[in-house]
């Protein structure tokens, strides 16, 4: 069996080799061969994807360029995770749309209307905002990874100057979870089985590792990991993390499509690669067995 590690070539990094070196690493011990491909090498048109998805009998999208993904898909080459994964998980706007009809528990959230470039905007619902989340209000831009891109206001002249920062971004206000302030629970879902959980705590307000958070091992109650569990039912993914806030009832904070391995391996000793490869092989097994049958 042969598969392709996709990744964003323009996003090269230690940190991102690690990992890549890490499944190919894995790969061979299962017998399976692996070959890493940056996007930087990759031709979004239909002859050269057509040539690519003939090589390979898999495919591991690293990467977050959906429109790419979807060309893939199209041609045949199964990927994991799909596009409609990646897509959901990418933006947290989506995200929130698509799990609320669900009854997902997640922080009340107003997603930003859309507005264009070079066009004047009046703040004239900045109050019914407030009213409805109260402060502090967690910003969030829809697309951003490594806490990065979140923020938190304290009044209205925060808010102002972060609206004025992001304001023709896509992006979402939501409610502060208080009772979570500094900590939140990462638990990684391999073909719906938790297979590992750590609590990342900080003294900021957002608990990421590459923002300075601390980690350890953490073994959640059953409320907790049900949620996670549901929630990667829900979007049909074959391994997400799955981060979730503390409270009276386990609130869902984030869902990383293709959350970074080595912290929670380090810290829980799991091997998180392997059980990923492992997945895959079980499922192209029975996509081909099933294919069998219908001869």
């Known amino acids: 069996m042969k598969g392709v590690l996709i990744y964003n070539g323009f996003l090269e990094s230690t940190k991102f080799k690690e990992i890549h070196s890490l499944y190919v690493q894995e790969a061979i011990g299962l017998g399976l061969k692996l070959e890493c491909l940056g996007t930087d090498k990759i031709y979004n048109n239909k002859q050269f994807i057509q040539q690519l998805v003939r090589q390979y009998d898999f495919g591991l999208f690293l990467d977050k360029d959906i429109l790419l993904a979807k060309h893939l898909e199209e041609y045949g080459l199964k990927l994991f995770n799909c596009a409609q994964v990646i897509e959901i998980c990418d933006n947290k706007a ?84 208080s009772s979570s302030f500094g900590r939140d629970l990462r638990i990684n879902v391999i073909g719906d089985k938790v297979v590992a959980s750590m609590l990342r705590t900080s003294n900021d307000f957002r608990a990421n590792i590459s923002l300075g958070g601390k980690m350890e091992p953490f073994t959640p109650e059953n409320s907790y990991i049900e949620l996670a569990i549901q929630v990667a039912k829900i979007l049909k993914s074959d391994f997400i993390g799955v981060d979730i806030l503390f409270d009276k009832e386990p609130i869902l904070c984030e869902v990383n499509s293709n959350a970074h391995i080595i912290s929670i391996q380090q810290c829980c000793g799991i091997n998180i690669a392997k059980l990923i490869l492992k997945h895959i092989i079980d499922k192209i097994c029975k996509i081909s067995y099933s294919n069998e049958e219908d001869f």
Do not use: C
């Open 94 to 177: 989506l995200t929130q749309q698509v799990l609320e009809p669900y009854g997902i528990k997640m922080p009340k959230t107003v997603v930003a209307p859309l507005i264009f470039e070079n066009t004047k905007y009046i703040d004239n619902w900045i109050e019914s905002l407030e009213n409805y989340l109260s402060y502090p209000i967690v910003v969030k831009e829809s697309f951003g990874s490594f806490g990065e891109q979140v923020y938190i206001a304290t009044d209205r002249e925060q808010l102002t100057q972060l609206r004025k920062k992001i304001i023709y971004k896509p992006h979402i206000y939501q409610q502060f979870i």
